[in-house]
C-alpha cells in the first residue's frame, strides 16, 4: 500500500497566519492526493485537490498544490474557523490511504 | 443536499460479527461508488474500502481485507459493511461515504456510527 506521510502532525498559529501542510507519497500517485478538514466531533469535509480546485462553499484561504509524491495545502490569512484538523487522501490505487493528520491549534 | 445516514453500529465480543448500513439520499444513488471509512478513538482517518457505482468492483483496506465485505443494493439506495472478526483493533466511528468525480475520492460523508469491540 501506498504510506502517506503527512507534516507537522500539530502547528500552532495565529489568527491572520499562513500556515503550509505537507504530505508526501511513498510512491508516484500523479496528482490523485484530496485534502480535508474535520472540526471535532464532526464528519470530515472536501477541501481541495491538486491543482487546486475548490468545491462550492470552500473559502478561497485554501490551497494545493503538488503533483507525484510531494503536495501541500496551504492555508493564507488564518481565519478563527480554519483551526481544525487536516487529512490528506491519496486516491491514485487502492488500497486508498490518508496521511496521519495535522492539527493546527489556535497559538 | 446528500445525506447518509450509518446505522448498526454498536458494542460486540472480540471474535464477533456486525453489520453497518448506510441511507443515501439527494443525489444518484447508482452512479455512484460507496466508500466506507473509520476513525479509531483519538486516532486519524482509515480507508476501510469502496464498491463501485456498478458494484463490479470492490476494493478492501489491509487490515480488514477477508475479513469485512461491502454490499450495495441500488433499489433501497443503501450500502451495508458486513464485519467479521472483530478484534479491538476494529473499534472505531465508522463513516460512510459518496464517491466523488473524477479526482474527488469521496466528497461527502455521514455523521458516523460508532463500533465498539470488547470482551
Known amino acids: 500500500a501506498i504510506q502517506m506521510t503527512q507534516s507537522p502532525s500539530s502547528l500552532s498559529a495565529s489568527v491572520g497566519d499562513t500556515v503550509t501542510i505537507t504530505c508526501r507519497a511513498s510512491q508516484y500517485i500523479r496528482d490523485e492526493l484530496v485534502w480535508y478538514q474535520q472540526k471535532p466531533g464532526k464528519a470530515p469535509k472536501l477541501l481541495t485537490f491538486?491543482?487546486?480546485n475548490l468545491p462550492n462553499g470552500v473559502a478561497s484561504e485554501f490551497s494545493a498544490s503538488g503533483s507525484g509524491t510531494d503536495f501541500a495545502l496551504t492555508i493564507t490569512s488564518l481565519q478563527p474557523e480554519d483551526f481544525a484538523t487536516y487529512f490528506c487522501l491519496q486516491g491514485h490505487s487502492y488500497p486508498y490511504t490518508f496521511g496521519q493528520g495535522t492539527k493546527l491549534e489556535i497559538k | 443536499d446528500v445525506h447518509l445516514v450509518e446505522s448498526g453500529g454498536g458494542a460486540v465480543q472480540p471474535g464477533g460479527s456486525l453489520s453497518l448500513s448506510c441511507a443515501a439520499s439527494g443525489f444518484t444513488f447508482g452512479d455512484y461508488g460507496m466508500h466506507w471509512i473509520r476513525q479509531a478513538p483519538g486516532k486519524g482517518l482509515e480507508w476501510v474500502g469502496v464498491i463501485i457505482w456498478d458494484g463490479t468492483g470492490i476494493h478492501y483496506g489491509e487490515s480488514v481485507q477477508g475479513r469485512f465485505t461491502i454490499s450495495r443494493d441500488d433499489t433501497k439506495n443503501s450500502v451495508s459493511l458486513q464485519m467479521t472478526g472483530l478484534t479491538t483493533e476494529d473499534t472505531a466511528l465508522y463513516f460512510c461515504?459518496?464517491?466523488?468525480?473524477?479526482?474527488?475520492?469521496?466528497?461527502?460523508w455521514g455523521r458516523g456510527t460508532q463500533v465498539t469491540v470488547s470482551s
Open positions: 461515504a459518496k464517491g466523488g468525480s473524477g479526482k474527488v475520492v469521496v466528497d461527502y
Open positions: 491538486t491543482p487546486s
